[in-house]
């Protein structure tokens, strides 16, 4: 098979092929919070979307509700 392709045909890049810049340091507070985030998602504290979705429809529909306490705990 042959690389050669007809004058004026080019491949087109891949989303792939981009270079994309490494994403910036966390800084120690944001590290913290992440990790804090992941034991709280691996030990079950989550919230289920359809909760979370509900509640985001408040605020698109111009009504917007508090964060449900027992989101915090």
């Not at 030990?43 to 529909?61: L, N, Y």
Request: glycine share 4%.
């Amino acid at each position: 098979m042959s690389d050669e392709r007809p004058p004026g045909v080019e491949e087109t890049p891949s989303l792939f092929d981009v270079e994309i810049e490494p994403a910036p340091r966390l800084t120690d507070e944001e590290e913290a919070a992440l990790l804090e985030a992941e034991a709280d998602a691996d030990a079950g504290r989550v919230v289920p979307h359809s909760e979370v979705r509900k509640w985001m429809q408040t605020i698109i529909d111009g009504n917007p509700q508090p964060m449900p306490k027992a989101w915090l705990e």
